[in-house]
């Protein structure tokens, strides 16, 4: 009582003071803004926008743990996923270990519990009811045939929940693609033991169905599993069921008529939905997505756009606006399946079939001009500031078959009008990182290096896309290669050949040739004199790069495959550049290597025999060698090229070795004895 | 093309060259060891005697190699492709023209490959000779807080964005500062730790500091006197602020109650008067007052018998009532008051003199004389 009556007093008092601020007629304070707990959070992180040279926020930001290409991003993702899964599997098995840490707050997904075990726990309804909600299908089903073996009952409710739990994952656990908290796993998992496979009858899933009375509820869950796995049986049992519903008019759930629409032909599907109408089923952006998957089946190109198009303006009459899941099915369903994977890439050009190339092109024509119109649509939505909500777990495969079509289309207006809706900050449909969004970035990235024509456009692009969005790839490199092959930039082709080297295109026979070929190419004396550092400690690099994989010479399996023997022709071209560094000694030391048997052959041979020394090349090192009169370099190129070369070919470079060097007589008959020696 | 085979010999045409203007055999880098098969007279192949394993020791093999009398063999390392993974750090990359806001968004600690800037951190004895160490692999930089995501950048976007849940300042606080003091006479003041750990507590986090204006609360002189006394050392005389502080409840809103109810209580405990408050008496008064203290009974006297004495000139003349309430005898009260409850002083003391000569009639003080 007396605290009570002190708690009014003060509390009046603090009222009183807080009044005499506010009824003051000196003081005007206006009242605080009203702001949930993390609108100011929310607020300083519109403050950040992008950093173009960054990695993915999962790496770890530095040299040594950015990965370059795509399989560097997934072991390194999934390195630290198994990392903190090993952790909680710690807590979980030895929870005793952290009983008196003081975190706070107390997160439970740091103190993970144990999963009940079916064989273990009691056979309670209770039970049964956590591992529905933990999605535990398999041991929720043996927990379920343990309770009915020993005649513990089950309530009808639970046993509808399990039915559902059990007929949608067909008794299995779920795949990895539903693991909501392990992106890595979702994302990489494979999931080849997944429940795509048949559908496993006279299971748990039967067995409550047997046991339950039949009504509309658990008729459609069946119907729905069973489209789910659309075989000729199953849709025949599904098909049963509905007929059975429909005798006892019963009205079927609308999942029942969904699953039944994506599986029908579109003229059964057409039915289905009158059907709906007529028993007032109402449908949802679901039903019209499977309408649509079922147009996409249509046969005939042109029955099938008009399909896609009758169905859109049903939807439009019906007030409903289509979902990106619905134009990532139209735009798939665009093209073809057959022609899109006969004319990827090389074979567009070069295809015999031209009936099919022009009906392809044709085809092209008309997605592109759709997925145009579809982008336009979005593009308003951002203009009335409606967002792109996510509805289901396909939605963000539209951004990448529109760009896919963009790319085939070579339209890069398309293509940036489909990136910057992407990018928008109303778009709340994300596509995978590592996965998709790499995908979608890749081919934005090559079409607009295919399209650009200024090279330091392409640079710039070039370098805040990679590794950041898109890994250094094969195709990419080359592609880039054929754009510096047309205009020179040395800081594109440094940090390409520095991707390459992180990327492990050195032991790329063919990325590596073109590597060189472009360094040859570029003009050392043009360069600026930081530039020509980067130049030479870059050779230098890539000189000592080859030969230590030229170096695994010990026998050992792991030696063995890591072994790239230099080339003769590798080696020609690194000596001219490390001559055109200034680096003749090491130039000649790499020569020498050519006309030693000792790294040619054996266990030890760092030199492959197959091949020659690049003609160009050593013939350039023989001019140098003539203009600073050395005798014994100009002999080394001279018998390099006699590896390859006849006699008439040699006796004129003889002879002008003769003209420039002061040859002692010895010497001089060394060079004609060595001359006249080699065939005819 | 073809390749031909030609005889060699292990000496290349350079290498031929060479002997032939040296004459030795210098151009030959390796000659060929034959292996003699040794026999004895029965034709069986002669065995060693074993004393000790052929092969060097490690020790042996590095002394050879640091003197240049063996060859170094190189070997590659497996971890080829793990060398060569690594990029180049993302500074060299960066446009000077960046938002740096969008690189370094949220405090961390220093990473060399990312901070586009120059700086060296470290001690070294010379400095003049050689500067401190460079930012790679620098620990000492990574130890430091660093305040690079709160550049004056970073600091207006982020009052930019935080505009929105303002509202304006008092305008009357902003023309007349002394408002403050007048119209919102409570302060409170806590603090907020945020630190990285796992627990997001802090113990020190739920002290509270309230402040209060006394004068604020309009208490009558016997009130605010009680409520002195009852708040003892958490009362300033000085600046009549009364500060209390909380920290015995786990939570700062529990705190802040706690000093709301401990206000209250000591305002109403201040105003109400007790019965045995009755019973009060001079001593026990906060203060030593002049009324009634036997130096007021003292001077009187001294005064009144002053005034009649003819030869002296005292500043006040009469007797009793009239001395105690003169003037001057008033004037002398509040020294003598002020004197008594403040902390001794040589000018307070001087003061003191001073205004007793004067009451007395006493000459004051010649200028000091300068002593030979």
């Known amino acids: 009582m007396f605290r009570r009556g002190h708690e009014r007093l003060f509390s009046s008092l603090r009222s009183l003071s807080l009044e005499m601020a506010k009824n003051s007629h000196k003081l005007n304070v206006k009242p605080a803004i009203s702001k949930d707990a993390t609108d100011v959070l929310k607020a300083l992180s519109e403050t950040v926008g992008v950093d173009s040279t960054a990695p993915h926020f999962s790496f770890i930001d530095d040299p040594l743990t950015i990965p370059s290409t795509a399989n560097a991003k997934r072991t390194y993702f999934m390195a630290r996923e198994m990392g903190k899964r090993a952790a909680r599997e710690l807590a979980e098995e030895w929870p005793t270990l952290f009983a008196f840490d003081r975190d706070l707050p107390r997160l439970d997904v740091f103190r993970p519990n144990k999963t009940l075990d079916p064989l273990q726990v009691d056979p309670t309804e209770a039970n049964l009811l956590l591992m529905i909600e933990q999605r535990e299908v398999r041991d929720a089903g043996m927990l379920y045939e343990r309770m009915r073996t020993e005649d513990i009952p089950v309530s009808e409710e639970v046993q509808m929940k399990l039915l559902e739990l059990v007929a949608y994952y067909n008794g299995h656990d779920i795949p990895f693609s539903e693991w909501e908290n392990w992106p890595g796993m979702r994302n990489f998992g494979d999931d080849k033991h997944g429940n795509r496979e048949s559908w496993q009858n006279g299971s748990v899933a039967d067995m409550i169905f047997e046991t339950l009375p039949r009504n509309a509820h658990s008729t459609s869950i069946m119907i729905a599993a069973l489209c789910k796995y659309p075989s000729k049986a199953n849709l025949e049992r599904a098909r049963n069921f509905f007929k059975d519903l429909e005798k006892s008019k019963e009205t079927p759930k609308r999942e029942a008529f969904d699953a039944l629409i994506s599986v029908s032909s579109i003229k059964e599907a057409k039915m289905l939905l009158e059907l709906m109408f007529a028993k007032k089923v109402k449908p949802t952006a679901a039903t019209w997505n499977s309408l649509l998957i079922s147009a996409s089946k249509v046969e005939k190109h042109s029955d099938r756009t008009e399909a896609f198009m009758k169905i859109l303006g049903e939807m439009q009459q019906c007030g409903m606006q289509p979902t990106l899941s619905a134009f990532q099915i139209i735009c798939s369903g665009f093209i073809d399946r057959s022609l899109s994977s006969s004319f990827e890439e090389s074979d567009r050009d070069t295809s015999k079939n031209k009936a099919n190339n022009d009906v392809y092109k044709n085809q092209l024509k008309l997605a592109i001009s759709w997925v145009s119109e579809i982008v336009g649509h979005l593009e308003k939505r951002y203009e009335q500031n409606q967002a792109i909500e996510v509805f289901s777990s396909n939605c963000h495969l539209f951004f990448v078959e529109a760009i896919g079509i963009a790319y085939r289309a070579s339209n890069i207006d398309v293509a940036r009008r489909i990136v910057s809706l992407y990018e928008s900050k109303l778009n709340k449909v994300k596509m995978p990182s590592f996965i998709t969004e790499a995908q979608f970035y890749n081919r934005y990235l090559q079409l607009f290096v295919e399209k650009c024509d200024n090279i330091n456009e392409i640079e710039t692009i070039y370098r805040s896309f990679v590794p950041r969005h898109v890994s250094v790839s094969r195709t990419l490199t080359k592609l880039i290669i054929e754009k510096l092959k047309k205009q020179q930039s040395w800081p594109l082709l440094r940090r390409l050949i520095e991707d390459g080297i992180s990327s492990r295109q050195m032991t790329d026979f063919s990325v590596s040739s073109e590597f060189r070929q472009l360094l040859l190419r570029i003009e050392y004396h043009t360069l600026s004199v930081s530039e020509r550092e980067e130049f030479s400690s870059l050779v230098q690099r890539m000189v000592s790069i080859w030969l230590e994989f030229s170096r695994f010479t010990e026998d050992h399996p792991v030696s063995k495959r890591l072994q790239a023997k230099l080339s003769p022709q590798l080696i020609s071209d690194c000596a001219l550049l490390l001559s055109r560094i200034g680096e003749v000694e090491k130039a000649y030391e790499l020569l020498e290597l050519i006309l030693n048997e000792d790294a040619r052959e054996g266990d030890e041979a760092t030199v492959t025999s197959q091949g020659f020394a690049r003609h160009e090349a050593i013939a350039e090192l023989f001019e140098d060698a003539l203009r600073q009169k050395d005798a014994s370099r100009a002999a080394t190129c001279l018998e390099i090229m006699s590896l390859n070369s006849n006699r008439s070919k040699l006796e004129p470079l003889a002879k002008r070795i003769h003209e420039r060097c002061s040859l002692t007589e010895a010497q001089s008959r060394l060079i004609n004895g060595f001359v006249r020696l080699r065939p005819q | ?372």
């Open chain 2, 1 to 372: 093309m073809y390749r031909t085979t030609s005889v060699r010999q292990g000496y290349s045409l350079a290498d031929k060259l060479r002997q032939a203007v040296t004459g030795g055999a210098e151009g030959k880098k390796k000659g060929v060891v034959g292996t003699i098969a040794v026999k004895d007279e029965q034709g069986e192949d002669f065995r060693e005697l074993f004393v000790m394993p052929k092969r060097k020791l490690r020790g042996q093999l590095q002394l050879e190699q640091s003197t240049g009398r063996a060859e170094i063999k190189q070997r590659s390392r497996n971890d080829l492709n793990d060398r060569l993974a690594a990029r180049r750090p993302r500074s060299e990359e960066m446009n000077p023209e960046q938002d740096w806001t969008n690189v370094w968004p949220a405090a961390r600690s220093f990473s060399a490959s990312v901070v586009p800037l120059p700086v060296r951190m470290g001690s070294r004895p010379n400095v003049e000779k050689r500067a401190p160490f460079k930012k790679e692999g620098n620990l000492e930089l990574v130890k430091i807080p660093n305040f690079l995501h709160l550049t004056p950048a970073a600091i207006e976007k982020h009052c930019k964005a935080l505009q929105k849940f303002c509202t304006p300042y008092p305008q009357e606080l902003l023309d007349d500062a002394k408002l403050v003091d007048s119209e919102l006479p409570v302060s409170v003041s806590y603090s907020t730790y945020v630190h990285q750990g796992t627990n997001i507590r802090d113990m020190r986090s739920r002290v509270v500091t309230f402040k209060i204006d006394v004068g604020a609360l309009n208490l009558k002189e016997k009130a605010k006197e009680k409520l002195i006394r009852l708040a003892g050392t958490r009362f300033d005389e000085s600046s009549n602020i009364l500060t209390i502080i909380t920290d015995r409840c786990h939570t700062r809103k529990q705190n802040l109650d706690y000093a709301y109810y401990l206000l209250t209580v000591l305002y109403h405990e201040a105003n109400k008067v007790e019965a045995w408050e009755k019973g009060r008496e001079r001593l026990d008064n906060l203060k030593v007052s002049f009324d009634g203290s036997r130096s007021k009974e003292k001077l009187v006297d001294l005064l009144s018998k002053i005034s009649q004495v003819p030869q002296l000139d005292p500043a006040v003349k009469g007797e009793g009532k009239d001395v105690a309430e003169h003037e001057k005898v008033a004037k002398f009260a509040k020294m003598w008051q002020r004197y008594r409850n403040t902390e001794e002083s040589a000018e307070a003391t001087r003061e003191y003199g001073r205004m007793m000569k004067e009451l007395l009639g006493l000459p004051k003080n010649s200028s000091p004389s300068s002593h030979p």
